[in-house]
């Protein structure tokens, strides 16, 4: 316990002393912090664009068509196929979903979004925070993701138009705005919910699809009776519906185009932001440790031990990062609020915890080598009497 007071109030009056200097190098760690932070919330926004649909299905397993390769756009089942998994044994109930995109022109800026068919009341339409769930059949009616309403202005009871390619020609609908969801973007772009009937009618069109009205299926999400069987309930399925392949929801994110790849090249940029800031902070220390040797030397002349002067050289290292990290943690939340709804930056608190703690870290690693070198310095040398 002497030891480490002693090695304490040495480090901290050596930064006092030194503050201009230490404080410029947590500068630096808050600057590492800053980018850091920004990185693995522009990751988590990134993330929730492309998969917050999937993610928040009120299911646990997700149909494709057979040999789709678990790709929402490459699949596209028959019409009856949920109908057939309903009467599998261990489903509780089963919805099929249709995926399309458009945009939105009555505004002063058109508005891309997602076009999502879905079934009232049954798994792939997701519960209605405000208003009430759109009537089947055709209804020209639409449940709006909260993220349309925030970047539009779009409240309930409004008509909005859509803009659709029917063919060759662009093609105007108008629906009724009943409800608002919460959570809902599917690839990059805020979602729109409607009759799977009204879908058909809706959604851009070739010329050869023209001539059909029966709406088929991208998907057909499954909540089961017992979601502990969803191995054995994906066998069962295949066994019992022809033409399908079953997987889980995780799976189902992972296959989404671009999504493993782009989760990748986010987790790259930071761990080698994490690299540039501990090659950072070992490199000031080194500095700083060769150019006290004479003073460490008459520490340990005197009699201080190597564990007091390597727990010293820890105990400023640590106080420096702290100091960086909380600078650069406030920095962040500041510059946050400045940011429009447009960027996509989600602040995980787990994933935030995470980063923080890599980069609390990274002060002592960075520093090990000037730890080590401190430790091995010899009086008589560092006084120059050996």
């Known amino acids: 316990m002497k030891n480490f007071t002693l090695a304490t109030y040495l480090a ?8 201009g200097r230490f404080f410029l190098v947590a500068l630096v760690i808050a600057l590492i912090t800053l980018l850091v932070l920004f990185i693995a919330a522009l990751g988590e926004g990134l993330a929730n664009g492309n998969r917050q649909y999937v993610a928040n299905l009120d299911a646990q397993l997700v149909v494709f068509l057979e040999k789709s390769d678990y790709i929402i756009s490459s699949s596209r089942l028959e019409t009856n196929t949920a109908r057939s998994i309903r009467r599998v044994e261990g489903v509780d109930d089963a919805g099929a979903v249709y995926t399309s995109s458009t945009e939105i022109v009555s505004l002063p800026e058109p508005l891309k ?21 759109f009537r089947s059949g055709e209804a020209r009616e639409t449940v709006i993701d909260q993220q349309v309403a925030f970047r539009s202005g779009i409240q309930i009871g409004d008509v909005i138009e859509i803009r659709s390619t029917q063919g060759v020609d662009d093609e105007f609908f108008e629906l009724k705005v009943v409800g608002l969801v919460s959570g809902q973007s599917y690839f990059f772009q805020p979602t729109i919910f409607v009759p799977p009937s009204t879908w058909e009618k809706i959604r851009p069109q070739s010329d050869s699809e023209l001539s059909s009205d029966t709406p088929f299926p991208n998907i057909v999400a499954v909540r089961l009776t017992d979601p502990s069987q969803a191995d054995m309930m994906m066998t069962r399925l295949v066994e019992r519906v022809p033409n399908i392949e079953v997987t889980d929801i995780e799976t189902t994110i992972n296959n989404i185009p671009g999504y493993s790849a782009q989760q990748g090249t986010v987790q790259a940029q930071g761990f080698f932001t994490l690299l540039i800031g501990i090659l950072v902070i070992g490199g000031f220390f080194q500095i700083q440790i060769l150019q006290k040797v004479p003073q460490i030397g008459v520490l340990k002349a005197i009699g201080s031990s190597n564990g007091m002067v390597g727990l010293s050289a820890v105990i400023q290292i640590i106080i420096v990062t702290a100091l960086g990290v909380g600078i650069g943690g406030g920095l962040t939340y500041l510059f946050s609020l400045g940011f429009p709804p447009t960027i996509p930056l989600v602040f995980n608190g787990a994933r935030s915890l995470i980063a923080v703690a890599l980069l609390l870290s990274i002060g002592p690693v960075g520093g ?15 006084l120059r009497l050996g």
């Open 12 to 19: 901290i009056k050596e930064v006092v002393r030194n503050r």
């Open 113 to 133: 979004v997602s076009l999502l068919g879905a079934e009232p009341g049954r798994p792939g339409m997701p519960p209605v925070v405000a208003g009430r769930e």
């Open 368 to 382: 090990m080598v000037s730890i080590i070198y401190a430790v091995r310095i010899e009086p008589l040398k560092a």
